[in-house]
């Protein structure tokens, strides 16, 4: 699944492109979209293209979370891999009242100590209704699995 992604300033209606989608929604879970040129709060905009015909989807970010600590390991070559499993909440353009969950994660692999790391994305991120989430969420409370 491709996802289209691009910044709109809710100040001055700027558009740009987010050349990261992991730098992206890491910099929404630490409160950091404010628009270069005027100083704007910008929003996420991400258009999802789904298989098997569905249609696609454009959506706004409401707010991307991050665990407070990244798990990490090393590979078997000793070099540390960071795992960055998001749950990234969002609502449809063209009806705000249709909302989503999709949970994305990336792999950070630092193959040298002073090296940029590289961003390995999750091939099998899932994307569903906000409803369907929170009924399984439920099903598992019932269940004895969660405690909320």
């Keep these: 699944m491709a996802t289209t992604r691009y910044f709109v300033c809710m100040k001055c209606k700027s558009h740009q492109r ?8 890491f910099d929404s879970a630490h409160g950091k979209l ?46 540390k891999v960071e795992h960055y499993p998001f749950l990234v909440v969002m609502e ?7 909302k989503a969950i999709w949970l994305p994660y990336w792999h950070l692999h630092y193959r040298c100590k002073e090296d940029t790391p590289l961003k390995k994305f999750g091939q099998w991120a899932p994307h569903m209704d906000i409803d369907v989430f929170v009924g399984l969420i439920k099903k598992a409370k019932v269940g004895g699995h969660i405690c909320l």
Excluded: H, M
């Design 34 to 79: 404010l628009c270069c040129p005027c100083g704007g709060t910008q929003r996420l905009c991400l258009e999802f293209q789904f298989g098997l015909n569905a249609k696609s989807w454009r959506c706004y970010l409401i707010k991307a979370y991050l665990p407070d600590r990244p798990v990490n390991w090393s590979d078997l070559d000793g070099k």
């Design 18 to 25: 987010a050349s990261s989608l992991f730098d992206a929604l």
């Design 92 to 98: 449809g353009i063209d009806n705000p009242e249709n």
